[in-house]
């Protein structure tokens, strides 16, 4: 069974310019998340998916942060403009059903903003 | 505000030892979870434990949760190399799922 697939891996951007990250979830999850890292911290959520309605998305900064998930599976989230703070790993997840369900978690983007 | 919160923030032990990393938060949780996250990698699930639950094991893992203590312990027996990693705590409440900071454990040949 494939597991949650993010592209790119990497990606070094200039400040003020737009980027955007892909996430497919492991087949049949109806819940996807995107998460923030920053080095040495645990996962930040940024906004939860069921299906293809945002569902908790109080921790997403909405003037420059952007998520769709059109279909309910593959989900692009956008960052623009980006700051220097944005700088982190952004990690896709996802689990069967509800928050209640443990997570499968993707290899990550690691964002440089310079 | 940070739900979960790891102690100790790093443990460096000999392999063959046993590990013990613990695990507080504030409110009210449906369940807790254990995740593992090896450098430069995603975070893989480790162990989910039900508020209504008091122990778990998967092999040469053994979580405990004490509600009333609002708290809970990942014991990893037996430890390897490869248990290296960064452990973190993830709590379910309040419609919610908010990670800790994590535990850096680094086994000593």
């Known amino acids: 069974e494939a597991g949650v697939v993010q592209s790119p891996r990497y990606k070094i951007i200039e400040k003020k310019q737009p980027v955007a990250f892909w996430c497919n979830p492991i087949?049949?999850?109806?819940?996807l998340y995107w998460y923030l890292q920053n080095l040495g911290q645990g996962p930040e959520l940024l906004i939860r998916?069921?299906?293809?309605?945002?569902?908790?998305d109080s921790q997403l900064p909405k003037d420059r942060f952007s998520a769709e998930r059109l279909k309910g599976v593959d989900s692009t989230l956008k960052i623009q403009p980006a700051e220097l703070g944005d700088s982190a790993v952004y990690l896709c997840?996802?689990?069967?059903?509800?928050?209640?369900?443990?997570?499968?978690f993707g290899p990550g983007t690691r964002l440089t903003v310079t | 505000s940070q739900q979960g919160e790891e102690d100790p923030q790093a443990l460096s032990i000999q392999e063959g030892e046993n590990a013990t990393m613990n695990c507080s938060y504030k409110?009210?949780?449906?369940?807790l979870q254990w995740y593992r996250q090896n450098s430069g990698r995603g975070l893989v699930h480790l162990i989910l434990i039900r508020s209504n639950e008091r122990e778990k094991h998967s092999g040469r893992l053994r979580v405990t949760l004490d509600t009333s203590k609002k708290s809970s312990s990942l014991l990893i027996t037996a430890s390897r190399a490869a248990d290296t990693a960064s452990y973190f705590c993830?709590?379910?409440?309040?419609?919610?799922?908010?990670f800790g900071k994590g535990t850096r454990l680094h086994i000593l040949p």
């Open positions: 997840a996802s689990s069967e059903q509800g928050r209640s369900y443990e997570q499968y």
């Open positions: 993830a709590t379910d409440g309040d419609d919610k799922i908010i």
């Open positions: 998916y069921e299906n293809e309605e945002a569902v908790d």
């Open positions: 409110t009210s949780i449906n369940n």
């Open positions: 087949s049949g999850h109806n819940t």
